[in-house]
């Protein structure tokens, strides 16, 4: 593996950088403001005006779907930005130093994995009435796969019902935790359910394209994480009561969503766990700037040993973090994401706990300050806590893991 960026990369970094300078940061509270005075209006669930005027700016300066890699741009016809995951990777590392910017650049989930999704496995069709649209950033997606009745960690149990009839599938379930169901640019669906219970326990699951204004789809209550509803974006419970949908909207056909999810769910996993890195590096610089100008017991909180030792081993967790996952994008990229399977595992254990304990530590150098809405490492600390089950949780990655390990010395498979 080559520890040096590619000079597409370095060039992309650069400008990504001073865009970040010069717009991103400077409206930080500009977007805080503007949430608040939506939440006043009653208005909470409406985009957020300067994040709408920072895309208008983003584009023209060429950073736009950074995230489409090769083979997704062949498909989809749409050139992006064209980088392998590993020439992405900093990159999102460098828009997840602010929980809202990848949607600036039009690089924020779940409209990344979808529009990869659709890429590769949808009619032309398909691409023409949704993918487009989606690169243009003029509507938005979300991913229904979880449910409420059954443990989710475990794909298999996935209940809802996706049944032919005719020319058409029938859609019953109940969802929850479906990413971007609550924002009111939500267009299309894309959803997991079981078309043939009696397959073969992989060959089960399905998914299909569902439009957001397809009669039957009822949004019960938009989610909150630790007080947090994340509008105007949100995570939402809701129901598919009676949904009939063209058969043609079925992805690559019946029983091949474990396929799909694992194509899906790769890059994502990359992409999370970058931006994940991002924002520790963000709580790391607030920590040392806080605990710089802050004096406790006769000295700088900077000197005080404790706070040393954290600042020494946020470091590096960090560097550890990225490099591990710089190795699974390399993997990804050079032998196939079944070869980097246990890399894959490995990053989603270890950057969101990595995430959680650099912002918990960065929290307690803020003092009360850290909990606040003052300084963003509360939201912080929410979002990385989240990512620990997005994807699956550590307890799946980590037995997944345990089982390779222990296959090199003799354990049969299960």
């Known amino acids: 593996m ?8 370095r060039e992309l970094q650069a400008r990504l950088l001073k ?3 010069d717009h991103i940061y400077p409206n930080e509270p500009v977007v805080a403001q503007q949430l608040q005075a939506n939440t006043e209006a009653g208005k909470r669930w409406t985009p957020i005006p300067v994040i709408e005027e920072l895309k208008r700016k983003a584009r023209p300066a ?8 090769v083979d997704s741009a062949k498909h989809s016809g749409y050139e992006g930005a064209g980088l392998t995951n590993l020439e992405y990777a900093p990159l999102a590392e460098i828009m997840g130093r602010v929980p809202w910017a990848s949607e600036v650049f039009n690089c924020s989930a779940p409209d990344t994995g979808n529009m990869e999704t659709i890429a590769r496995y949808g009619s032309d069709e398909i691409k023409a009435r949704w993918l487009k649209p989606l690169l243009e950033g003029e509507i938005r997606s979300a991913f229904a796969m979880t449910e409420p009745e059954v443990a989710s960690s ?3 149990n996935i209940c809802t019902s996706i049944k032919r009839d005719g020319d058409h599938y029938v859609i019953n379930g109940h969802k929850w935790w479906t990413s971007g169901a609550a924002d009111p640019r939500c267009a299309v669906f894309i959803t997991m359910g079981k078309t043939d219970p009696d397959a073969p326990k ?3 699951q399905s998914m299909i394209i569902v439009p957001a204004d397809t009669p039957g789809l009822r949004i019960v209550r938009p989610l909150t994480v630790f007080g947090y ?3 105007p974006h949100g995570h939402a419970e809701m129901y598919f009561e009676n949904v009939r949908v063209p058969a043609d909207n079925i992805l690559l056909g019946e029983g091949r969503g474990f396929e799909i999810a694992q194509g899906r769910l790769g890059p994502g996993r990359i992409h999370h766990c970058m931006r994940l890195i991002g924002v520790a590096e963000r709580a790391l610089e607030l920590m040392c700037r806080r605990s710089l100008s802050r004096v406790a017991f006769g000295k700088p909180v900077a000197l005080q040993g404790v706070t040393q030792e954290r600042i020494a081993e946020a470091r590096c967790k960090i560097d550890m973090a990225r490099l591990l996952t710089l190795r699974a994008a390399w993997l990804m990229d050079t032998a196939g994401n079944k070869v980097a399977k246990t890399d894959i595992a490995m990053i989603k254990v270890v950057a969101p ?3 959680c304990q650099v912002i918990d530590w960065a929290m307690q150098a803020h003092g009360g300050g850290g909990v606040s809405g003052d300084f963003p490492l509360a939201n912080a600390y929410a979002h990385a806590r989240t990512l620990r089950f997005a994807d699956g949780p550590d307890e799946v990655h980590r037995a997944a893991i345990a089982k390779w390990e222990l296959g090199k010395y003799g354990m049969p498979a299960r």
């Open 2 to 9: 080559e520890f040096e960026y590619s000079a597409k990369t």
């Open 19 to 21: 865009f970040m300078d």
């Open 62 to 69: 060429g950073l736009w779907n950074l995230f489409l890699p």
């Open 154 to 156: 475990d794909a298999t």
């Open 202 to 204: 992989h060959s089960q």
């Open 229 to 231: 509803d994340d509008a």
């Open 353 to 355: 706990n990595m995430a």
